[in-house]
């Protein structure tokens, strides 16, 4: 694999171009060139790109590779540009003589100037000064789809105002306001989803849709769509938004007078005249009929008739199966019940946001921050990791949040996990009160001294294993292993972190299909949905990413197609370990097949003793104080220690239910909050 840089747009000058209202936009393309009979030409085969400023994107290093930057006052304007050879940056990168970016001012013509930072990386060097482990890269989450009928419904933001196809109201809200189908486009509330009557396929044409409505119903009412020119603002009735243009927006239905997009037309159900959200009322009220009668005949053949008669108030829950189908009958109280239901006394110890003081930013993710935290008066530190409640409604992470709360509270049971001591909630956040490891994270120590030796890489994968292994003994995938989420404690020993993507319940045949994790980590096999700590093993031996790519698409193809380089100093074991880790075939990967503790790579480890924690650790890290934190990055420690706050008008209108039960203490926290 070609050497590649990491350029950043750090700043620009307009010299003598028109001043603008808003900061230009800088454009990137790349060109290849290219042999033809007419000599050698350049060639753009890859999309042109527009980073941000202040952020970085990867150019390979290939012969005759050129950047052509174009400083834009929008995507169809250019202002001024200017065309440099990769291999010019990668020259002036060479020439510092300092580890850290060079800093290039690119002129431009007409006028103008564009600031590169510029970092060089040697992939298939055996050692050199430069590393690819240079920056943080953030999890993400394949987003959650609702089933309904055959739709595959996700959460969106609608960028135009939408209407929903359901109830035909309009979707209020900031972020994702409500759901839309990935087949049919069609656009719904959050709350409509149980009233979809209808089956999608995509498509109306003899569709599974209207096949159901048919068959149940006896609706088969196609619409009759003639082109109609709307005078006011029209919204599609299937997907919601504005019919565009001046003439002809749409179609219009001549019986029931549905409007929709052309493109829409073919994925409307034949409904025509049916109202879906009375039908579906309709629907609930005659299912709640016939549950009364179902359970009226229930109480008479259980001789329980005479139970439905009793004028005085008697508690009752009658628990049925019939059919595969629970029946809960309840009632009000007993008259003269001396024996009411014992109810739980309140909690008496609980923690809530003033107890605490916060100091310093430890870290970012893709989910929330974590703080340093001081317990008041109790000189107690602790990391909090803060979600904000709207973020995870809008994203549909409600689950992952309660899934990340159960597996940190099992984390106690084993010493290679991070500890949880608390979680509660204020009104707009979440909190994880958790274990503070002021050892970092073993990115902050590889970026620091360089790759690890072999026995410390060693006994860190050895922890980790015993660590994922309890994991796996309780059902528990975890999906995000990376050096990030690796913290050494102050005496050097592993915890691992951020349980966010864990899968519950994986026992036997059972597998975890969600395409989620951080870009450079993920497995092959999950890159074709099909169901890994090989690559974090070889970061931290290596020293670098064993797979690469200037975006995701050519980062995924690399971790699908490419055999990683392995450096001549890298030992028989190391390689060989790390090849089993490497194995496409999930079915023939080490630890699926074979015990990993029994490689030669381990011969070194006494899993009894490492279980125990009485193996001496080979690095312990300097920490001055309980609440010593220079072992985490200045990037985050340079940011005020703050909680941001959303919309008060989404905050109030956000559904509290939707957190219930996540609040706990754990009575090791207990003495120290006091009653």
């Known amino acids: 694999m070609a050497p590649f840089l990491r350029i950043a747009l750090n700043a620009y000058k307009m010299g003598d171009l028109p001043p603008l209202s808003e900061p230009p936009i800088c454009a990137i393309k790349m060109k290849e060139s290219v042999s033809t009979e007419r000599g050698k030409t350049l060639v753009q085969r890859k999309p042109t790109m527009f980073p941000p400023w202040q952020s970085t994107f990867d150019a390979h290093i290939y012969e005759g590779r050129v950047l052509e930057v174009i400083l834009m006052q929008n995507t169809e304007e250019p202002l001024a540009k200017a065309t440099l050879g990769v291999s010019v940056l990668a020259e002036s990168c060479k020439k510092s003589k300092t580890n850290c970016q060079p800093e290039v001012w690119v002129d431009l013509h007409p006028s103008g100037q564009v600031l590169f930072a510029v970092q060089f990386f040697l992939e298939d060097s055996d050692t050199g000064k430069f590393t690819t482990l240079n920056r943080r890269r953030g999890a993400f989450k394949q987003p959650k789809i609702h089933l309904m009928r055959n739709h595959q419904f996700t959460a969106t933001f609608f960028a135009q105002p939408t209407f929903c196809s359901v109830c035909k109201e309009f979707l209020w809200g900031f972020n994702k306001q409500g759901y839309k189908c990935k087949q049919c486009n069609a656009a719904i509330h959050k709350r409509c989803l149980e009233k979809i009557i209808g089956k999608c396929t995509g498509t109306a044409t003899n569709s599974r849709d209207t096949m159901f409505q048919k068959e149940r119903f006896k609706i088969d009412m196609p619409h009759r769509f003639k082109t109609h020119n709307y005078r006011s603002p029209t919204f599609c009735d299937h997907c919601g938004s504005l019919l565009w243009g001046l003439y002809k927006q749409g179609l219009k239905c001549d019986e029931c007078g549905m409007n929709v997009h052309t493109y829409c037309k073919e994925k409307v159900a034949n409904l025509c005249g049916v109202n879906q959200k009375l039908l579906a009322e309709a629907l609930s009220q005659v299912s709640q009929v016939c549950l009364t009668t179902q359970v009226l005949l229930m109480c008479i053949f259980l001789k329980q008739w005479p139970l439905l008669y009793k004028s005085a108030n008697r508690s009752i829950c009658v628990h049925f199966m019939l059919a595969n189908m629970y029946v809960y009958i309840a009632d009000e109280k007993v ?142 995938i975890y999906r995000d292993l990376k050096l990030d989420n690796v913290m050494l404690d102050k005496d050097g020993h592993i915890k691992i972190a951020d349980f966010g993507m864990c899968k519950e319940k994986v026992f036997g045949d059972v597998r975890a299909t969600t395409f989620c994790g951080t870009p450079d980590y993920i497995a092959p096999e999950v890159m074709v949905m099909r169901r890994n700590d090989s690559i974090l093993l070889g970061q931290k031996y290596t020293f670098s990413s064993p797979f690469q790519g200037d975006d995701e698409d050519e980062l995924f193809d690399s971790i699908r197609t490419d055999t990683p380089h392995y450096p001549r100093w890298i030992s028989k074991e190391s390689k060989s370990l790390i090849e089993l880790l490497f194995e496409r075939d999930p079915s023939r990967r080490l630890g699926v097949v074979g015990d990993i503790r029994t490689h030669p790579f381990f011969r070194t480890i006494n899993w009894s003793a490492l279980e125990k924690r009485e193996v001496e650790p080979p690095f312990k890290p300097k920490v001055k104080s309980p609440s010593d934190c220079s072992n985490f990055d200045r990037e985050f420690l340079n940011e005020k220690p703050r909680l941001s706050h959303g919309d008060k008008m989404l905050i109030d209108s956000m559904d509290q239910a939707a957190f219930a039960g996540f609040s706990f203490v754990n009575p090791k926290l207990e003495p120290l909050i006091g009653k």
């Open 335 to 476: 008259k003269g019940d001396t024996n009411p239901v014992p109810v739980a006394p309140p909690r008496s110890v609980h923690l809530t946001i003033n107890h605490l003081v916060f100091h310093k930013v430890l870290g970012k993710g893709s989910f929330g921050k974590v703080l340093l935290a001081e317990l008041k008066g109790k000189g107690q530190f602790f990391a909090v990791k803060v979600l904000k409640k709207d973020v995870v409604l809008m994203d549909d992470d409600v689950e992952c949040t309660m899934v990340e709360k159960r597996v940190l509270s099992l984390a106690w049971e084993n010493p290679f996990l991070t500890h949880l001591y608390s979680t509660f909630q204020s009104k707009e956040h979440l909190f994880f009160v958790m274990e503070y490891l002021n050892g970092g994270d073993l990115m902050f120590h590889i970026q620091d001294k360089g790759r690890f030796d072999v026995t410390r890489a060693t006994f860190y994968a050895a922890e980790i294993t015993v660590g994922l292994q309890f994991l796996h003994s309780k059902g528990i």
